[in-house]
């Protein structure tokens, strides 16, 4: 009777199951997703990432469902049973999201029931880790002592100097080629950055730490590394004699955990000092490569220490005159 019903309305039961055979599952589909879409278009890095998530998080706990059938309300059910990690669980959330918009445009949903829609994201706790001045030297004397011993590579000590001079991210300092540094115009010129084509400005500094590393024949990287012809490929133990000499101590994160200074607290050191300088976030932003402005305003807060300068010098400079105007009467 459903058979015939179907027929009746114009359907064609035959078509429809050979449709309902060739929908894939989730599992299934974001192996068609990572091959098609994430391994021929992104980095090496972000392939790893989005793998991990989706090897980890999504096949275990939704992959059996069929992709085309997957709810709002089940997309929900798994980003709550993350809960306890909440940064993972805001990653996944948002490569199941990409995985659902790739899928509608290939036809494995339909237009606009990206189930990922409208689902609150869990609030992060902030992991930022500023430098002070007092540790900003210790961590310039550690460099210098290291250097004088010839304990640790000068190519990596070199790029540990220009993180904290340009605010660059790691892989662009690593990967950096004589060929885009501009000296004569103060600039670095990446061709592809994590956020693409990209301009940074180099205070006097930097320009001094360029012009003391060497140049390294048949060597086209910046920081040369180990192996003839390729750059240095990571610089975290370097790092980590770096702090252990200067005792730059874990500090308590939000979360109430102990946390290490990262190389990339070095980045975040860059800015906060620019904003302590008076700096606007689009021009923190600028500096940084941040292509969004949410990205910016974690430094909203240091931004704002400049007003408040102003704003206690133009109270007192009022108070004064008013006092003064009042003495004189």
Known sequence: MRRLG???????PSEEARRSKNIPTVAALADEFMARHIKAKL????VRHYHSLIETYIKPMIGKYRADELTNSQVETFHNGLSQTPFQANRALAVLSKMFSWAEKHGHRAKGSNPVKGIERFPEQARDRFLNDEELLRVGGAIDELEKEDLVSPFALSAIRLLIFTGCRVSEILTLKWQDVALDRGLLLLPDSKTGRKVIHLNG????????????SNNPFVIVGNKQGHHFENINKVW???RDRAGLEAGESASGQLQQVRLHDLRHTFASMAAAGGA???????LLGHTQAQTTARYAHLAADPL??????????ISKAMTTKGKAK
Do not use: Q
């Open 6 to 12: 179907e027929i009746a309305r114009g359907l064609d």
């Open 43 to 46: 980095k090496p890095k972000t």
């Open 205 to 216: 500094a930097a320009i001094d730490i360029l012009k003391n590393i060497p140049r390294i």
């Open 240 to 242: 980590c004699k770096v």
């Open 280 to 286: 606007s976030l689009p021009m923190i932003g600028k």
């Open 308 to 317: 408040r300068e102003v704003n206690e010098k133009a109270g007192s400079a």
